[in-house]
């Protein structure tokens, strides 16, 4: 199965939590683990691996 390139979004920057870009075939989103999902460390600076969005682009295809 070839999957269109244009249906995959390109110009969102990944952030070091991601697996891989919003609208990737067999990725979604989860809560970030580094900071469960508030976006903030514990020193109230915005959280580097989602980038302060407290989630993150996960794989969940299986195989």
Same mark, same amino acid.
């Given at each position: 199965m070839t999957i269109p390139t244009d249906t995959i979004a390109?110009?969102?920057p990944?952030?070091?939590g991601d697996d !891989?870009? #919003?609208g990737t075939p067999g990725a979604g989103e989860d809560i970030c683990a580094a900071?469960?999902?508030k976006g903030k460390?514990?020193?109230g600076? !915005?959280? #580097?691996?989602?980038?302060?969005?407290g989630r993150v682009m996960r794989g969940i295809g299986g195989g």
């Open positions: 390109t110009d969102t990944l952030n070091p !891989a870009r #919003p900071c469960s999902g460390l514990g020193d600076s !915005a959280c #580097p691996e989602c980038g302060g969005s």
